[in-house]
């Protein structure tokens, strides 16, 4: 008899009349929202705007949603398309069956469009959000626990997870928490990224190069725990070596980066530090330059036009004054000769 464990949720939704509130949503949209907020803190440290970091998320998180999606249901096909399964509940993401791997590639393609329109670089980006995305990762992985999914071996240890569903192959009984294991991590991840940005200035994408391998380090042994149906490679699961390929190349990137550039970029966002509101995208910009410089032109040009209606600028007089000028000098300079005669005869 366990004397201590973690109670699952009955059930994973709330229905507010005609409207379900799915915890595993719940813990996705939140942890998006504790991303974008750490890394626009961070992305205003770094000299960039505040809202970019939300901006560029417009474009990520979708293509992230998607590529986890996608990911999911190519390495675990059988689940959706296999005899006596519906196709149809591969789209049913609420259910579970992101693929972390896959929302962090198409993640990035979608942060390099939102970067490439405002003219900012992708690797400064990726370093801001970096903490904020272990996070984000961390409160995601509580959507399992809703779901009671992704768990690892039977035990009785005192922080033991009860599973009480039955469904899909479920045995009800005690099992590692493997969710809670790497929400844990996630944190130590964040909070590991944090410290070393700040001691070593890492820059040009090696503190989400370090997020990366941190990440797939803890996921390798929690990986290793798991219990759930996975394609197996020489006795190893899929995510295994995954995992270890992505912490390789992580790795490789630190230190290829660190030699080639070292440091971390002087600007991260062009305009911010001059105050300008940015916010436009590269074409916009363009245009609004074109623009102003047309004016610029159009308005020396008439600069031009008023010197050469007036050459003489502000000195310039008219004839009648030119005249009466003439007249008071003559008239100076008789004067002056008639004083001069009348001392010569003194």
């Given amino acids: 008899m366990e004397l201590a464990y973690i109670p699952s949720p009955s059930r994973g939704v709330i229905h507010l009349g005609p409207i379900p509130l799915r915890g595993y949503a719940f813990c996705i949209i939140l942890g998006v929202f504790v991303a974008v907020w750490l890394g626009n803190k961070r992305w205003i440290a770094r000299g960039g705007r505040a809202g970019t970091v939300a901006d560029i998320a417009v474009w990520a998180v979708p293509f992230g949603l998607v590529g986890g999606r996608l990911y999911h249901v190519i390495t675990d096909y059988e689940l959706y398309f296999s005899e006596g399964r519906d196709w149809v509940d591969a789209f049913k993401i609420w259910e579970g069956g992101l693929g972390i791997w896959g929302a962090i590639a198409l993640g990035a393609l ?5 970067c490439r329109r405002r003219g900012i670089p992708l690797p400064a980006y990726a370093d801001a959000v970096a903490p904020g995305i272990a996070l984000a990762q961390a409160l995601g992985r509580w959507g399992n626990w809703f779901n009671q999914e992704l768990y690892g071996r039977r035990t009785d240890v005192p922080w033991a997870l009860e599973i009480t569903s039955s469904t899909d192959g479920r045995v009800p009984g005690t099992y590692h928490p493997t969710f809670l294991y790497e929400s844990l991590w996630c944190i130590g991840v964040a909070l590991l990224v944090i410290w070393a940005d700040r001691r070593f200035k890492m820059g040009h994408g090696r503190a989400f190069a370090l997020y990366v391998a941190a990440y797939c380090a803890g996921r390798f042994w929690v990986e290793y725990m798991r219990v759930d149906d996975a394609h197996h ?3 190893l699961r899929l995510n295994n070596w995954t995992a270890l390929l992505v912490f390789l190349l992580a790795v490789t990137y ?3 980066s660190a030699k080639k550039r070292p440091g971390r970029e002087a ?3 062009p305009g911010a530090a001059d105050g300008d509101p940015g916010g436009a995208s590269a074409d916009e910009k363009a245009e609004t330059d ?5 004016g610029t032109t159009s308005e020396a040009d008439g600069e031009a036009g008023t010197e050469a209606k ?3 600028g502000t000195e310039a007089k008219s004839e009648p004054e030119a005249k009466a000028d003439s007249e008071d000098a003559v008239e100076d300079a008789e004067e002056s000769r008639d004083e001069a005669e009348s001392a010569r005869k003194g």
């Fill in 310 to 312: 007036s050459p003489l």
């Fill in 267 to 269: 600007v991260v966002e």
């Fill in 290 to 294: 074109a623009g102003t410089e047309d």
């Fill in 233 to 235: 490679i020489l006795g």
């Fill in 254 to 256: 630190i230190v290829v």
């Fill in 110 to 114: 979608g942060a390099w469009i939102g």
